[in-house]
């Protein structure tokens, strides 16, 4: 069964402060997405991560996947109070002829002013 | 890209009776997913619904408690039937299409049921 695991679940930091957020998935996957979700609202989609040592990066925010670690890392440079929201990693499966997108259990971050 | 709608928005209904959720996309799609999200929690998939053929359901999702229609390739229906408390929760349904550099997910707003 695929599984995608995130840590920290909670994260509180300190405006100014770098902190990194990781993404473990279980098995071989093409892609994989980071999201962000404010409360009461639906995802909105940051990065999608297509191969080994693929780097995104968009305003304080830095995405990285190592395929074989099985690992994608979403570095915050600088938090500001605006990054506070949830966010979730996912990798897509093809298994038994189904595809799917599969989810992590999601990091919440609140940045602290 | 691709821009979803989900009716209605919120509800709040009496157990026991069921309860049928649109998603209306602005492009043709392949695949749409159906989802749900507890509060604080992640996402479940509920079940993968293509055109012109049946919905694939997860593990612990049947569909008699959760029939999903199909009949085009811009919308679908989930239906949560016989519904209880234990089903209160958001149903999101998304899309895979063609982003700016490759096929990617997106998401309606949700729909917030509150089962009494």
């Known amino acids: 069964e695929l599984k995608v695991e995130q840590n920290p679940l909670f994260l509180s930091m300190q405006e100014g402060k770098n902190y990194t957020i990781y993404c473990n998935y279980s098995t071989t996957s093409d892609r994989l997405y980071w999201y962000r979700q404010d409360p009461g609202k639906s995802l909105e989609s940051l990065f999608v991560?297509?191969?080994?040592?693929a780097v995104k990066q968009e305003g304080r925010l830095m995405a990285s996947l190592d395929t074989k670690a099985r690992l994608s890392t979403l570095h915050i440079t600088a938090a500001v109070h605006d990054l506070s929201a949830t966010y979730f990693c996912a990798v897509d499966s093809y298994t038994s002829g189904t595809y799917k997108y599969i989810f992590g259990t999601g990091t919440r971050l609140k940045v602290l002013a | 890209s691709a821009v979803i709608s989900q009716k209605p928005s919120r509800d709040i209904c009496q157990r026991g009776t069921s309860l049928t959720i649109q998603c209306q996309v602005d492009?043709?799609?392949?695949?749409m997913f159906w989802y749900r999200q507890q509060p604080g929690q992640s996402l479940t998939l509920i079940a993968t619904a293509n055109q012109g053929s049946e919905a694939t359901y997860e593990s612990g999702f049947v569909i008699d408690k959760f029939p999903i229609s199909r009949p085009n390739l811009t919308f679908s229906t989930l239906t949560v039937s016989n519904m209880s408390p234990e089903d209160s929760s958001i149903y999101l349904c998304s899309v895979e299409s063609k982003g700016r550099i490759s096929y990617e997910q997106y998401f309606g707003p949700g729909t917030r049921l509150t089962v009494t």
């Open positions: 492009s043709q799609v392949t695949m």
């Open positions: 991560l297509l191969s080994n040592g």
